[in-house]
């Protein structure tokens, strides 16, 4: 019982500090920013730095100018709906580190899953078809596009040893391509909005859309959808699938020894494919998931630019422990941080990307937890001799 | 012919100079993955002081005087800012690496977090748009070498290899030419340079024999950040046309990619970049592509998409991976921190 609350401590203190000193850090960048620039006042950088921390709380401003602050369903709801990709990501990015591989092919994946979940639920009409099946397709259809291209990296690591980092980097920017190929003077672009030839198609427009699952009344105005709920089932399964199963013991022991792992007999090739097909399909799903809510907008022409969320699925993965449950909080922590950028951008003379920074920064402080996690350790060992 | 060639230069060369600096730092026996986020630093850096300097007395005067030689010395300088930006930058990676022991994937994938966004926000306050452009459109210009800038007449005939090497073209793009080949030497027929190299392969042997590893990797990491950051404003300059987003196309990865696929060898990168260079050149430009002047774009006539192009680079970096890796041989130590026998 002991051992194992000491080894809870060990893995969320250390990430716990980078959180804040990372919020802390944001805080004085913004006060310096603001001693340097004329527009911004000391009160711009209160507004700021309280909108930082509970931007998703705020409530826009009152007539006298002063920020308030209360329960805002719609902000609320949209942090749990920007979560539910950047929970699929992470888990994505967890599993490969877990069998010892970096995807930083997560946006690739993800752009497959969003590809092949947008053709099936636009392309098979609902007239003929019911929607809920629609659905049940579309969602497969990216689970399967997400992982055929994991698999591409991982049997090119498995069975030629090339660096799963540049495949999976080159992997990306065939996907860009891929997709804009695929959408290009399709029939998905939708062209009656004039000026605005530059999206897709909504899926609601077919009729195939997530069911809300009353959390629209919970979080009024917010586009919120039962999507969160398949993300935190999936981790769940995933906790148990990683930590659990003989599945996850086996990617696990090929993520932190492979020649102990080959020695005791485990197919070490076949369990990196795997390994990457999961995290592929992770990807791919969080990608179906974001779309199939119905009333996301994707911008087609998308060969110069790899989705963001891609990336952040590594911030998510390794802020979480690389713990699904982990991942969870994280996802929901890095969604909230960006609806407070909104908010400091719509707020504030300040720019979003102020958030941006504090994410890297607190990657690049979790890259500490080992040194943390031995300070920790030498500490507890003194108070014990102590005694 | 000679448009081709230039432009297949104008793709190959930031991507060869930053496989180099990632050399560097691996043969150090630290992984760089952190080179686009220091080529963004670089970029930016390098743009916002050519900006700062279109101010100054100095370049106004020679602006209206178009006086050429002023602007390629702002050139010069304007790379070494980059470089000792990207140096700067990199000593993140070293004190997270070296000092703190972190895994090095996790720290380079935050340097690529911060340093966009770093930029980005900068520009904004700085000018509200997310894009940094200079003030004066002409002054990015001045930095091209041409016909006026040799004081020839614009009818002037500078020969078939005067045309290929002397218009149209960067200083840079020379400067980091001999650049690549001192740093090659350096590498390979120094001590400097063997003493790098061994504490990349076994930094154990290096350190029993009186070398101080960290102090090797260190130097190892800063030359490859001053390199990148280097490129990266090359990058911005000769592709960007003098602006910065934040972005480089993904270019620091690419040259990832580059170095791995040249073996971590200089001169099979020279190959590896070139090759790259050719397919992404071809993406760019196969519309307007005639290759012998008889205003027939063959390529373009074939009717096939700018998407299957654009893919090209890419699968054909990602074929000539899969059939050379099976030799490919990374440094032995890279990545793994440096543990002194009395620590352990």
């Not at chain 2, 770093?118 to 904004?124: P, S």
């Not at chain 2, 990168?269 to 008889?294: E, H, R």
Request: proline share 3%; aromatic share 10%.
């Amino acid at each position: 019982m002991n051992k194992n609350r000491n080894r809870f401590l060990y893995s969320t203190v250390p990430s716990l500090i980078a959180i804040l000193a990372g919020l802390v850090f944001g805080a004085i960048l913004m006060l310096i920013v603001c001693l340097m620039d004329k527009n911004i006042t000391l009160g711009g950088f209160w507004d700021g730095a309280r909108l930082l921390i509970i931007g998703f709380l705020s409530k826009g401003r009152d007539e006298l100018g002063n920020l308030m602050f209360g329960y805002n369903g719609t902000h609320l709801g949209n942090m749990l709906f920007k979560a539910t990709p950047l929970i699929m990501t992470g888990l994505s990015v967890a599993a490969a580190f877990k069998a010892g591989l970096f995807n930083i092919g997560a946006p690739g994946q993800y752009l497959m899953g969003l590809t092949a979940s947008i053709v099936i639920a636009l392309a098979i009409p609902s007239a003929s078809v019911p929607a809920g099946l629609i659905l049940v397709l579309a969602l497969l259809g990216g689970m399967v596009a997400g992982a055929v291209w994991g698999m591409i990296p991982g049997a090119l690591k498995a069975y030629l040893n090339v660096n799963e980092v540049i495949t999976c980097i080159l992997t990306n920017w065939i996907a860009a391509n891929l997709s804009t190929l695929i959408f290009e003077g399709s029939a998905f672009i939708n062209n009656t909005e004039p000026g605005k030839s530059g999206f897709l198609y909504k899926t609601a427009a077919n009729g195939v859309e997530l069911p809300k699952a009353l959390l629209d009344k919970v979080f009024p105005g917010s586009q919120v959808n039962s999507g969160i709920i398949i993300a935190v089932i999936l981790a769940v399964i995933m906790y148990f699938v990683i930590s659990k199963s003989i599945c996850g013991f086996e990617m696990r022991l090929c993520g932190s020894n492979r020649e102990a792992a080959r020695y005791c007999g485990i197919n070490e090739n076949a369990n990196i494919i795997m390994s990457m097909a999961i995290a592929g399909a992770l990807a791919g799903i969080g990608a179906a998931l974001y779309t199939l809510s119905g009333n996301t907008e994707f911008a087609w022409s998308t060969y110069q630019k790899l989705p963001q969320v891609g990336f952040n699925g590594i911030p998510v993965a390794l802020l979480g422990c690389l713990n699904p449950i982990g991942v969870i909080f994280t996802g929901m922590f890095m969604s909230a941080l960006e609806i407070n950028g909104q908010q400091i951008a719509n707020l504030t003379a300040y720019n979003e990307y102020i958030t941006s920074i504090i994410i890297g920064v607190i990657v690049y402080l979790s890259a500490f937890t080992k040194y943390i996690r031995g300070v920790m350790m030498h500490r507890r060992k003194k108070g014990g001799t102590k005694k | 012919m000679t448009f081709l060639i230039q432009q297949t230069v104008t793709y190959a060369l930031p991507l060869m100079i930053v496989a180099l600096a990632g050399v560097f730092s691996e043969r150090s026996g630290t992984i760089n993955l952190a080179l686009e986020g220091i080529m963004i630093i670089g970029a930016y850096i390098g743009v916002l002081f050519v900006r700062g300097m279109e101010g100054t007395v100095w370049i106004r005067l020679a602006l209206a005087e178009q006086s050429y030689l002023s602007f390629q010395l702002l050139e010069i300088a304007a790379m070494l800012v980059a470089a000792c930006a990207g140096a700067v930058f990199s000593l993140l990676l070293t004190l997270a690496a070296i000092r703190f022991k972190s895994d090095q994937t996790i720290t380079g994938t935050a340097l690529n977090l911060i340093a966009p966004a770093f930029t980005v926000f900068g520009i904004l306050l700085l000018t509200n748009q997310t894009t940094l452009t200079l003030q004066n459109i002409d002054t990015s210009a001045m930095f091209i070498l041409k016909k006026s800038t040799w004081g020839l007449d614009r009818s002037a005939d500078m020969g078939w290899l005067g045309n290929l090497l002397f218009n149209k073209t960067y200083l840079a793009t020379y400067i980091s030419l001999i650049l690549y080949a001192v740093l090659a030497i350096l590498l390979y027929k120094t001590k400097f340079g063997l003493r790098l190299r061994a504490c990349g392969e076994n930094p154990e042997a290096a350190d029993s024999l009186g070398v101080n590893v960290n102090k090797m990797r260190l130097a190892g990491i800063t030359i490859s950040g001053a390199v990148a950051g280097m490129g990266g404003f090359i990058y911005a300059l000769t592709t960007a046309g003098c602006t910065a987003n934040g972005d480089v196309a993904g270019f620091g990865f690419l040259a990832m990619a580059v170095m791995i696929f040249g073996n971590w060898n200089p001169g099979t990168i020279v190959w590896a970049s070139l090759i790259f260079g050719f397919f992404k050149c071809i993406a760019a430009c196969y519309f307007t592509l005639d290759l012998n002047g008889d205003s027939v774009y063959a390529l373009a006539n074939l009717g096939i998409s700018a998407n299957i192009y654009r893919m090209l680079p890419f699968v054909v970096t990602l074929i000539v991976l899969a059939f050379t890796s099976k030799k490919s041989r990374a440094p032995k130590a890279a990545g793994k921190p440096f543990e002194y026998m009395s620590d352990v």
